[in-house]
Every structure is written in C-alpha cells, then in structure tokens.
C-alpha cells in the first residue's frame, strides 16, 4: 500500500512542479497568506522577497495573457527549492507557543 501511495505522490509532485515552472513559480510563492506565512516574509532576505514579487508578476502576467514560459526557461527553473519552508515553520512554533502562553 505504501508503494502506491509513494507512486501517487511521485506523480503529483512532478505535476505540481511541471505546472509552477510553466509560469516560473516555486512552491514557496504559492503558499497560501496565513499569519505564519506573513510573519516569515519578513524574516527572509530583501532579494528573496524581490525576487518572489517578480515571480509571482511574471507568473501573473502570463496567466492573463494565456500563455507559458518559453521552454528553455521552464527547464531552468527549480520550483521546490525552498526559501521560506523553514521560516514558516519557525513562525507556526512561535504562534502556538504566544497561544499557549496567552490561554488562560
């Protein structure tokens, strides 16, 4: 069973990354604005945060023109590079830990 399960992640990932490097995305910029994904935008560097403000233009910018990345472009991006994973992380910690100190 857990064969299968390995199988269907495997696909599903290299579907998720065929799609995000169609627009030049990394699974980072499509996090969905929580309040930990909030905090950790501003603990990452200024050229991590310009470079994901391009990213996601450009990625807006083809979407409303219908079209993809040239091709030898989508073959250079790498989408599950990671910059903000671990900050994200470290914010939820954080959150849970202000929750459990601020419960009465």
């Known amino acids: 069973m857990s064969g299968?399960?390995?199988r269907v992640a495997s696909l599903y990932q290299k579907n998720v990354g065929k799609s995000l490097a169609?627009?030049?995305?990394?699974?980072?910029?499509?996090l969905v604005d929580t309040?930990?994904?909030?905090?950790?935008?501003?603990?990452?560097?200024?050229?991590?945060?310009t470079s994901r403000t391009r990213r996601i233009a450009r990625a807006a910018?083809?979407?409303?023109?219908?079209?993809?990345l040239p091709e030898e472009i989508q073959n250079i991006q790498r989408p599950f590079d990671n910059y903000l994973?671990?900050?994200?992380?470290?914010?939820?910690?954080l959150q849970?830990?202000?929750?459990?100190?601020?419960?009465?």
Not at 35 to 49: C, F, M, N
Not at 96 to 104: A, I, P, Q, Y
């Open 4 to 6: 299968l399960i390995a």
């Open 22 to 30: 169609q627009y030049g995305l990394k699974y980072d910029d499509a």
């Open 35 to 49: 309040r930990a994904v909030q905090e950790a935008l501003h603990w990452i560097s200024k050229e991590d945060y």
């Open 61 to 68: 910018d083809c979407s409303m023109k219908r079209t993809y």
């Open 85 to 93: 994973e671990h900050h994200v992380a470290t914010a939820e910690e």
């Open 96 to 104: 849970d830990e202000r929750e459990e100190l601020t419960r009465w």
